[in-house]
């Protein structure tokens, strides 16, 4: 049953530095890590759909020689969690470059002025819509990224194990896989895309083309409840 505390109870799970879902935690924050390691010199924008706690980015970039550069948006829907995640933010000292907005994740205008971004976290979401608004979501990535920019996003691998199919459209897109980790002994997987552009189906060489893209435009319906684990 789904209530209003559902995905704050959802997130309990974090306090256990033993579970899979922190270890699904350790592996996103490391892919943070490198993606702003790769970063040319200059403003780093970073948008997250459905970001919840908002620990994958706060605490990786709370503690990065390039925070000064990252300007980012985190998109969440329960109250609760945007207030976990502002006071998180504020208690790391990082209230200045990442803003948590309390807004629809699946609507291309909650975005709105950090497109083209250099990275884009979906974690926690694949898991929770449908197969055709997965692809539908890759498919929309070259607009998101800017040229050279990072996706990560995270799958479990219960059958049907989509993740293989989620590849294959992050490279028709136009992405080249950076890493993909599915630590054996779980059902988690964390992948990791990097936009170079080229392909037809991207619908642009550059990528980068946000202006491009719908303000109006719903990316998906979250209907899962995240009750299996990660
Ligand atoms: C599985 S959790 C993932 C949270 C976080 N990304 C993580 O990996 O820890 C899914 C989150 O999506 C949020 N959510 C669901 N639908 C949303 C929507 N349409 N817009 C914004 N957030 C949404 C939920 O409130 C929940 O916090």
């Not at 504020?90 to 209230?95: C, L, R, T």
């Not at 979501?137 to 995270?154: D, L």
């Not at 550059?206 to 990316?219: C, K, T, V």
Request: aromatic letters at 8%; proline letters at 6%; glycine letters at 10%.
């Amino acid at each position: 049953m789904r209530d209003a505390a559902h995905w704050v109870r959802w997130h309990e799970t974090y306090e256990d530095p033993d579970s899979a879902l922190s270890l699904r935690l350790r592996l996103v924050q490391s892919e943070v890590r490198e993606a702003l390691d790769r970063q040319a010199p200059g403003p780093i924008a970073i948008v997250s759909m459905c970001a919840g706690q908002g620990r994958d980015v706060i605490d990786v970039v709370a503690s990065h020689r390039r925070r000064e550069d990252v300007r980012a948006r985190l998109v969440e829907r329960d109250p609760a969690l945007v207030a976990f995640a502002r006071r998180r933010a504020a208690a790391y000292g990082v209230s200045r470059h990442v803003e948590v907005v309390e807004a629809d994740a699946s609507l291309v205008c909650s975005y709105a002025g950090f497109l083209p971004a250099d990275l884009v976290l979906i974690c926690g979401v694949f898991g929770n819509i449908g197969e055709r608004d997965i692809r539908g979501t890759v498919s929309k990535m070259p607009s998101f990224c800017a040229p050279g920019g990072t996706v990560i996003w995270t799958r479990h691998r219960r059958p049907p194990d989509l993740t293989s199919s989620v590849r294959g459209w992050f490279v028709h897109a136009g992405f080249e896989e950076v890493s993909f980790v599915a630590p054996p002994g779980t059902v988690l997987s964390v992948g990791c895309h990097r936009f170079v552009g080229g392909s037809a189906a991207a619908g642009s060489a550059a990528g980068g083309n946000s202006q491009d893209l719908d303000p109006d435009l719903r990316l998906f319906d979250f209907f899962g409840d995240g009750a299996l684990p990660a």
